[in-house]
């Protein structure tokens, strides 16, 4: 397990530089020219071995036949070129213009693509600071238990603190006036009757004497 901090890169092949295969390009070119083809296929072998694609060793194999088949065909041919007729002259001449032609453009355009496709994959992009995706802390999680009791607890104040209102829908009646009993008025103006009898009697008495 790494640590944290960006990922060690893991080590690239090391690919020669551009002089020494340009070198290399010429000097297997001219050997494919001045022999005449017959060696186009070292320049193949080559190419096999840094591409190492089973079609580059399959076209190995056909310039090797090819080669061969030329090689064979110009010892079959006189040695004095007065006796070579013309067809066979053209036929050699096109033989080998055809494989030098096809060996050096598919030799030089099949391994300048292959190293400049390495190149382009392994540069080196500007560094960019990747951080670690760490999670995000999450807030403080309380156990449910110690939840529900300071839900509890904050529930019990604001419980104190809220008072009854009045529904507004609700229609209020009115407190019963109390109505006087008619008894008792009778039992006042009797006792006032009374009362002022007596007085009138005591106004009588007191005159007489």
Known sequence: MHGYGPTPQQQTTS?????????VRV??????????????????LRLAIVTRRPRDWVLLVVVMVLNAALFAFIVSTPDDPDDMSDASVLLMLLWIVALLAGVITYYLYVEIRHYSSLRS???PAPYTATATAHP??????????????????HQQPQQHHQQPQPNPYTVQTPPPTPTP????????????DELSDYLRKENREGEGR
Not at 15 to 23: D, E, M, Q, V
Not at 35 to 41: A, F, I, M, R
Not at 185 to 191: H, I, K, M, P, S
């Open 15 to 23: 690919r020669p530089s551009p002089a020494t295969l340009t070198t």
């Open 136 to 153: 995000t802390p999450l807030p403080y999680q309380q156990h449910p238990a110690q939840q529900h009791q300071h839900q509890h607890q």
């Open 27 to 44: 000097i297997l070119v001219t050997v494919t020219v001045l022999s005449c083809g017959l060696l186009g296929w070292v320049a193949m």
């Open 181 to 192: 009993a008619p008894q008792r008025l009778d039992q006042v103006r009797a006792e006032l």
């Open 121 to 123: 994959l392994g540069s």
